[in-house]
């Protein structure tokens, strides 16, 4: 039995396709990987929407020649490219095609238009058993966690309860020697090599030159519950008992002494928890105790601001952890109501005060979600204002808000009359191609260092009110996409320099 495992993604990190992959083999079942990634230019506008090319679509055809189940990683924006590549699949193939992931998992109606089945939830077991079933020849319709399609009608089974004990689920598959990559200068999959690996692992959060990252994911679930994450949808499948569970710490560092030794160029450690600190201190400890000791590279995490602790940072960053990313999001109460968020922005400034404790050794970067259709000028510029009051060197990174389907931000503004056209506003949106907005713009040139005083001007009553004006949207627009064509532009040179 050997099934193909398709991560379209733009990095070829896919925790969920790989801990897939690793489950099924460690139960002795073949799989083959085969990663679309994004190998050459770090930022595209209209990364989600290009179609793949014929050499792309030949070679996975090639590829799954010889397997007997095809599953097709996906998130929402990835949609109109998975129902390409699956209708290419079907008229070179006659095995099944199963869809998974968050998008699958949240409107597997939709999906079964278009794959033959489709994983809702924790995949692990569902493909396995049905991995094992396809290849006895058993009836599928019946498996929890599936939904399929025949005469009668669409049939959508039950989920099976989450995995809690995570240590029993094998590491990522980064050691399969059936690893294929689509290489966009040969225009076919290879097998990487070293220096294709070093590209791969070269992608990192903090793009800096000479970094070669490895990610991984210690938890499952998330402590919060925020109105405009795929975790508000996850929640009401699942519900909170049990949502959020850890592996143990001798599991994570057993983990990263394999890596160690497979990958011996990385040199940064990336932990892409929810929020990694939501750990006790204990544990907090007890891991920093260990990383030190046996693997001892430059680490990053994400965090919340309420999690931000000195009893946890301390051991943190005398272990290496040197770049954290803080999720903000805004800094309007009101806003913050909205997403369902407590955090306010006193606890940010304090968060902020406790990273900067630490000088040049730990590097903020604070996240931004703009462009919510509730949000007003003023709760725009309340966000602003609370950047302003950070201590540089930071980073801010501003993220479009998407409502994707499931979460509850999407359930209210549907009710509310606020999506116009689902495709063009969530299914074919980059979330990084923001709207052109005063706001936005402001928090650019808090982001390039913009002097104090310069931003008290144009942060002030009267200017912002005539600056925030919706007629000079579309020049504030334009400003985005010319910085964001200079980024491709130096992104490309960058490439071909190095």
């Not at 598959?173 to 689509?182: E, G, K, M, T």
Request: with cysteine; charged share 25%; glycine share 6%.
């Amino acid at each position: 039995m050997r099934v193909a495992l398709i991560s379209p993604y733009s990095d070829i990190f896919s925790p969920g396709v790989r801990s897939i992959s690793a489950y099924l083999r460690a139960n002795g079942v073949e799989t083959r990987l085969i990663c679309f990634p994004n190998l050459y230019v770090q930022r595209v506008l209209q990364e989600f929407l290009e179609p793949y090319s014929p050499e792309l679509l030949d070679g996975v055809a090639r590829l799954c020649q010889d397997v007997d189940l095809v599953a097709i990683s996906l998130m929402t924006n990835l949609f109109e490219r998975a129902i390409q590549l699956t209708s290419y699949l079907k008229e070179h193939l006659s095995v099944p095609i199963v869809w998974g992931g968050i998008h699958p998992t949240i409107r597997p109606e939709e999906c079964i238009e278009h794959a033959d089945l489709v994983v809702m939830g924790e995949g692990e077991g569902a493909i396995l058993e049905l991995a094992v079933r396809v290849a006895n020849g058993y009836p599928v319709d019946g498996l929890e966690n599936i939904c399929s399609r025949n005469s009668n009608g669409i049939r959508k089974n039950p989920v099976r309860p989450l995995i809690q004990e995570l240590d029993s689920i094998p590491p990522p598959d980064f050691d399969n020697p059936d690893y294929h990559v689509f290489d966009p200068e040969s225009r076919k999959f290879v097998v990487p090599d070293l220096k294709m690996m070093m590209r791969l692992h070269g992608k990192g959060p903090l793009h800096t030159k000479g970094e070669l990252n490895y990610q991984t994911i210690t938890t499952r679930g998330c402590p919060f519950n925020c109105a405009y994450c795929g975790n508000s949808a996850l929640i009401k499948l699942y519900g909170r008992k049990g949502y959020l569970r850890r592996r143990s710490v001798d599991n994570i560092i057993s983990e990263l002494v394999t890596v160690k030794g497979q990958m011996d160029f990385i040199n940064r450690v990336c932990f892409f928890d929810d929020s990694f600190l939501a750990g006790s201190t204990k544990e907090i400890e007890e891991f920093a105790g260990k990383y030190k000791a046996k693997i001892g590279l430059p680490l990053f995490c994400l965090s919340s601001p309420s999690n931000i602790t000195p009893e946890k940072l301390d051991p943190l960053v005398d272990a290496g952890l040197t770049a954290i990313q803080v999720g903000i999001q805004t800094g309007s109460d009101r806003i913050n109501s909205i997403y369902n968020r407590t955090v306010k922005n006193e606890a940010v400034l304090k968060a902020a005060k406790l990273i900067n404790h630490y000088g040049d050794r730990l590097l903020p970067l604070y996240d931004v979600i703009v462009d919510n259709p509730y949000e007003s000028p003023s709760d725009g510029l309340e966000t602003v204002k609370l950047l302003m009051q950070l201590k540089k060197p930071f980073t801010v990174q501003v993220f479009s808000l998407t409502l994707f389907p499931g979460t509850e931000l999407y359930d209210r503004a549907s009710k509310d009359g606020l999506i116009k056209d689902e495709t063009k506003e969530i299914y074919d949106k980059f979330y990084m191609e923001r709207e052109g907005k005063y706001s936005t713009l402001l928090m650019a040139l808090v982001n390039r260092g913009a002097p104090k005083s310069l931003m008290k001007f144009l942060t002030s009553k009267y200017v912002a009110r005539l600056l925030s004006s919706s007629w000079l949207g579309p020049i504030y627009k334009l400003l985005y996409i010319i910085n964001e064509k200079l980024s491709i532009a130096r992104d490309r040179i960058a490439h071909r320099s190095g």
